[in-house]
């Protein structure tokens, strides 16, 4: 009996990044092709000789070509499946398009460590000479001025102790002229003469300033206390109670400039009884720390 050779026949469609369609003939002719596509898959008689069945054959390859599109596009707009990262650089981290670094966290040790600035200026263990001159602002009948002298040893960066003398000089003010002139009113007098005691001093504010363009300046705030005697022109030795404070500027390591206000309390004895007076002292002037230089005792 006769038998018609089978052909086979490939072909190859390609329709975006669809891939490739394949139909084909075998050689055996019990066996149909088979049409593959990214999706679907149907095999078609490709053996039968009749017309209508090469109708059907094209219409199903017609149909395949015409799903393939709108499935690959569903596929494409399905979220990606659980632990799929599609595009580097979003959800997960990948190669490319990394976020920015997180701040790295300091160590045991950084955060322990604390670095400090040392003193520009060391007071413990020196001498501080300060010389001043003021004015007594308490007396209108006499106008007064004063030098003083004040010696202090600094027992630590914020406490010293020392001696303190100043000596006056008094005249009498318009206000007095007027007052016996004019009005012919002669009140009681006391002129201060000299004051001497001691005192404990305080730093209670320290810090650092700049001016324009030149170097850092140091100063500090200091409190006084302390008590002696104080002589008049009607009393030798009157006991005396002494509260200031002062603001201390330095220029070099060895020399500052002092601004103090003082106020010797002491009670005084006039003809009409006795009285307490508020001697208010305001003076400025220069301290010198010996010796001038000093060391550090550990290492910057």
Same mark, same amino acid.
């Given at each position: $009996?006769?038998?018609? /050779? ?16 394949r139909v ?6 019990a ?11 149907c095999?078609v008689?490709c $053996?039968? #000789? !009749?017309r &209508?069945?090469?109708i ?9 070509? !015409? ?11 399905a979220? &990606?499946?659980d632990?799929?990262?599609?595009e ?12 920015? #670094?997180?701040?790295?966290p /300091?160590?045991?040790?950084?955060s ?16 501080? +000479? ?5 004015? %007594?602002?308490?007396?209108? $009948?006499h106008?007064?001025? %004063? ?6 040893? =600094? ?9 303190? @003398?100043s ?12 007052? !016996?002139?004019? +009005? ?9 003469? @000299? ?8 730093? $209670? ?9 030149s170097?850092?300046?140091? @100063?500090?705030?200091?409190?006084f ?7 008049? %022109?009607?009393?030798d030795? +009157?006991?005396?109670a002494?509260?200031?404070a ?7 390591? @060895?020399?500052?400039? !002092? +601004?103090?206000?003082?106020? =010797? ?21 220069l ?5 001038f230089g000093f060391d550090?005792?550990? &290492?910057?």
């Amino acid at each position: $009996m006769y038998q018609r /050779p089978h052909v086979g026949i490939k072909l190859r469609v390609r329709f975006g990044s669809l891939t490739a369609l394949r139909v084909a003939h075998l050689d055996r002719p019990a066996q149909g092709g088979l049409v593959y596509g990214p999706v679907t898959r149907c095999a078609v008689d490709c $053996m039968t #000789e !009749t017309r &209508p069945s090469r109708i059907l054959t094209l219409l199903g390859v017609l149909a395949s070509l !015409t799903a393939a599109p709108r499935v690959a596009a569903e596929d494409a707009d399905a979220p &990606p499946a659980d632990g799929e990262n599609l595009e580097p650089g979003v959800g997960e981290e990948g190669d490319e398009g990394e976020g920015p #670094e997180a701040p790295t966290p /300091p160590s045991d040790l950084e955060s322990r460590v604390r670095i400090l600035q040392q003193r520009p200026i060391l007071k413990a263990g020196r001498f501080e +000479l300060a010389l001043a001159g003021g004015a %007594s602002i308490a007396d209108v $009948m006499h106008d007064q001025v %004063s030098a003083s002298a004040v010696g202090r040893f =600094h027992i630590s960066e914020s406490v010293a102790v020392g001696a303190t @003398w100043s000596q006056y000089f008094a005249q009498t003010s318009e206000v007095f002229d007027t007052v !016996t002139g004019d +009005l012919e009113v002669y009140p009681e007098l006391s002129t201060l003469r @000299w004051y001497a005691g001691l005192e404990a001093a305080f730093v $209670m504010l320290d810090g650092k300033f700049k001016l324009f363009e030149s170097g850092i300046g140091y @100063w500090d705030l200091q409190a006084f206390v302390g008590g002696g005697v104080t002589a008049t %022109s009607r009393s030798d030795a +009157l006991p005396t109670a002494m509260v200031g404070a002062g603001l201390r500027v330095f220029l070099t390591r @060895w020399l500052a400039l !002092t +601004l103090e206000a003082r106020d =010797h309390l002491y009670v005084e004895s006039f003809a009409a009884g006795s009285r307490l007076v508020n001697n208010v002292v305001g003076q400025g002037g220069l301290a010198i720390f010996i010796p001038f230089g000093f060391d550090y005792t550990f &290492p910057k």
